[in-house]
């Protein structure tokens, strides 16, 4: 049977943690009390006790009368033996908290124990109060705020549905009208432009009617001004009732726009958009996001009455030990107390639960309640057993082959003639660009299975849909299965090559390989993990567009995983060359190696991930104007820099090269370091109460943490290898510069954990465990 304390440690909220209440310190304090009451040790010198001594003819009569009594008055009630005062308490004038406190109305032989406990007990009980009343009068502000937006949602969707249908109707009027003035001695201009002015006009007035019923004001509204084509414009401020206001946890709130951009295209500009006079589009955005902040709201609802259910069931827990303990019973009076205390007792979460269920059915649903509960419960996937099967059959089959590849290439002589340089030049390239992949994908599945054995939240962390999120077992799988099918190409080229085929075809086997891989990451049907294939190149798509696209955190994440692999791109740019220049026919893999364009597109490729990640920093910077992010933007540039010199230094080994190499390179190194410790893991604070680290850590083994600093910064040096050159012959030298980039795509892989372990902490310090949708009308401040 589970111990309690580990399922309420498996079934909290990890962002709420802090919240919840403290059962593991309570246990230890019943510990305390049942060891204060073991009896002592008895005396050296016992006295001799008889047996017959003391004994009555009347003591059956009186053992016979006590049951009796026992027996007769075990109905009426028992007398307390604690008594929980509750008390209002006011810090600051205006928000009334409860607090309550226990006083011991009978004595205990461990009373000072007893004392502890209930005065801890106390202070949970407050705790968890106060954190559900706080979170509870969160979550109906925002109900409130969700209910106006969307009251004004439907109100501007009324309007564009009759301004179709009047279209609809003014057309054929229109064509009437037309028909007749041909036939009549007025001009048919001004009567229509007459026409179209009235029209606009009373349709500003129609959506400003509909507006101000959803409590929307407009500024100087008496005095509307006018622009050059004669249309109204004006200022729109949408203001909350104070109940509302006050719902919101003293944060006063006023509706607005979604962006000034919409609203002056409904009232400003109302034939922009192709002649419409509500942009569909916007409006069909502006519903997403109404409904997406409804399904966090939803979250947000369960998660909290999970909350007080769970801390429900330690109370209860808890006080039933400290009755077996103290032999008391205890549990009755104080259980009262906590069945009538806020976190129980309200019922305010369950009727905006059901309220937002019916909303949603009526507005996101078409009235179908199997359909909106997808939205707001989105079931788990379940762990399939056959992924696991095909993860160990793949591993086996890559073992086995790779064995087979090894032997090959030992018999046929690819890594020991000097005649089979092309070999390493020309089809090594694209197979390396598929191992690290899968190195890549492996290390990503260790650090999902980290994440989920530690209770990192990551889907909440990176916005994923726990649907479609990919777990661990599908990450091994994927790796597994791209590394079966490269070793088998290899293999496949190796004994064909010996089988005295045309060069000219084994040498396409790479390139097939590449092509079907490229069919399979674009694929539009629903098969082989489309949700992350397609998230994948959306990420990918805001990575290369950086300043144009706001910065997310999955987006910078990805962005640090392109600068560990900057040989995988060098590789793809030696594989394109290698195919469009036709090199697999002509076998003259000098072609690319030599060419102008080729040597300066080297600085290209090895600078575009450092640029993209300052680019996104830049842009965070400008959306948040927090400086550390211009600061960040340097390590990059640093590190463009030390890139860029170490090229030059391959292809001019002079001694002024290597004094910029070593320069360059240890500024770049020092300032990743530091970011790498300090602002990316959230270490080395020598302040914190575990040395040279941070106070909260996720490990409960503190010298993992000491070990991943040496080896992060290990690895951070290899470097040094351009300067050293341990190469002896090309065949050595690539597989050397294969080595140093699996450590990095290691390091990368090690340093990921650590890195959204920081992240998954600030969360929980701030006790973020929904996310905060923008909505679509917002807070626009006016002087007017």
């Known amino acids: 049977m589970v111990k309690f304390s580990k399922e309420l440690e498996a079934q909290l909220i990890p962002e709420w943690k802090e919240a919840f209440v403290n059962y593991c310190q309570l246990k230890k304090q019943v510990k305390k009390i049942k060891i204060s009451r073991k009896p002592k040790p008895a005396s050296l010198y016992p006295i001799p006790h008889d047996p017959d001594f003391g004994r009555s003819l009347f003591d059956p009569v009186r053992k016979l009368a006590r049951t009796f009594s026992d027996k007769l008055f075990s109905s009426s009630e028992k007398p307390e033996i604690i008594q929980v005062r509750r008390r209002k308490s006011s810090e600051d004038g205006d928000d009334v908290e409860e607090i309550y406190q226990t006083e011991l109305v009978q004595l ?13 007990l106390d202070e949970e009980l407050n705790k968890v109060n106060q954190f559900h009343k706080s979170k509870e009068t969160e979550f109906v502000g925002r109900g409130e705020i969700l209910k106006k937006q969307l009251d004004i949602l439907a109100e501007l969707k009324q309007i564009l549905s009759d301004r179709k249908k009047r279209s609809l109707s003014g057309s054929n009027s229109q064509r009437s009208f037309s028909s007749s003035a041909r036939n009549s001695d007025f001009s048919a201009g001004s009567p229509g432009e007459l026409s179209e002015t009235q029209s606009e006009t009373s349709r500003t007035d129609e959506i400003i009617d509909a507006l101000e019923r959803n409590g929307v004001s407009f500024i100087n509204s008496a005095t509307r001004h006018k622009t050059k084509g004669g249309k109204p414009k004006m200022s729109l401020r949408v203001d909350i009732p104070d109940a509302v206001a006050g719902a919101d946890g003293g944060g006063a709130r006023s509706i607005a726009t979604a962006t000034s951009v919409l609203w002056e295209e409904l009232v400003n500009n109302p034939r922009s958009g192709g002649g419409d006079f509500i942009n569909r589009k916007k409006i069909q955005c502006a519903e997403k996001m109404i409904r997406k902040a409804f399904v966090e709201l939803y979250k947000g ?35 009262k107390v906590v069945k009538r205390s806020q976190f129980t007792s309200s019922d305010k979460v369950v009727r905006l639960m059901d ?22 419960r989105p079931h788990q996937q379940k762990d399939s057993h056959m992924v696991t099967f095909f993860v160990g059959l793949f591993t086996g089959c890559f073992v086995s082959l790779f064995s087979i590849y090894i032997i090959l290439a030992h018999l046929s002589g690819i890594f020991t003639s000097g005649a089979q340089v092309s070999y390493l030049e020309t089809v090594y390239p694209v197979f390396s660009v598929f191992a690290l992949l899968s190195l890549h994908m492996f290390m990503y599945g260790c650090n999902l299975f980290m994440w989920k054995s530690t209770r990192i939240n990551y889907t909440f962390i990176f916005e994923f849909a726990p649907s479609t999120a990919l777990r661990y077992r599908d ?29 000219n075809e084994v040498d396409t086997i790479p390139g097939i390989l590449l092509l079907i891989f490229i069919c399979v990451l674009i694929c539009p049907f629903d098969t082989f993990y489309r949700p992350t294939r397609f998230c994948f190149i959306r990420i990918l798509r805001n990575i290369v567009c950086s300043p144009f696209y706001k910065v997310l955190m999955v987006d910078f994440f990805m962005a640090d995983q392109l600068t560990s ?69 340097g390590k990059y540039v640093s590190a463009m820099v030390a890139a860029g010199v170490r090229i030059t230094y391959a292809r001019e080994s002079t001694t002024g090269w290597l004094a910029m190499v070593l320069v360059s390179s240890v500024v770049a190194t020092l300032y990743q370091l530091y970011w790498d410790f300090v602002k ?8 914190s109460k575990n040395a040279w680290l941070r106070d909260d850590l996720v490990l409960k083994n503190k010298n993992i943490y000491y070990l991943s600093i040496a080896l992060n910064l290990v690895l951070r040096v290899a470097w040094i290898e351009t300067i ?23 390091r990368r892989g090690h340093w990921n954990f650590y890195r959204v372990e920081n992240e998954h902490l600030n969360n929980v310090g701030h006790f973020r465990a929904v996310k905060t949708v923008p909505l679509p009308f917002r807070d626009m401040d006016s002087d007017d």
Not at 108 to 120: G, R
Not at 476 to 503: D, E, K, P
Not at 680 to 687: E, Q
Not at 724 to 746: G, K, M, Y
């Open 108 to 120: 205990f032989s461990e009373e000072d124990e007893v004392k502890v406990f209930f005065a801890k």
């Open 565 to 633: 692999q900057i040989p995988l791109l060098r590789h793809i740019e030696s594989t394109a060359c290698y195919f469009m220049a036709q090199s697999f026919r002509t076998h003259e893999y000098n072609t690319c190696k030599n060419g102008r364009i080729y040597r300066e597109l080297a600085y290209l490729i090895s600078f575009s991930p450092y640029f993209w990640r300052a680019m996104q920093c830049i842009r965070r910077w400008w959306d948040e104007s927090n400086t550390d992010h211009l600061v960040n933007m």
């Open 724 to 746: 050293v050159r341990f190469r002896v012959n090309p065949v050595q030298s690539h597989l050397l510069d294969f080595l140093l980039a699996s450590l990095e795509v290691i």
């Open 301 to 335: 609802l369960g998660l909290l009455k999970t909350y007080s259910s769970l801390n429900m069931i330690a109370f209860t827990k808890i006080l039933k030990k400290f009755d077996k303990v103290s032999g008391q019973q205890a549990s009755s009076s104080y259980l």
């Open 680 to 687: 990316d893991w959230g270490l080395l604070n020598p302040k």
């Open 475 to 503: 990450a091994f799988l994927m790796g597994t299965t791209f590394m079966t099918s490269v070793v088998a190409a290899m293999v496949i080229h190796l004994i064909l090559r010996a089988a005295g085929f045309s060069a």
């Open 355 to 376: 309220e937002v269920e019916s909303i949603f059915t009526k507005h996101f649903a078409n009235n179908d309640r199997k359909k909106a509960m997808k939205f707001l």
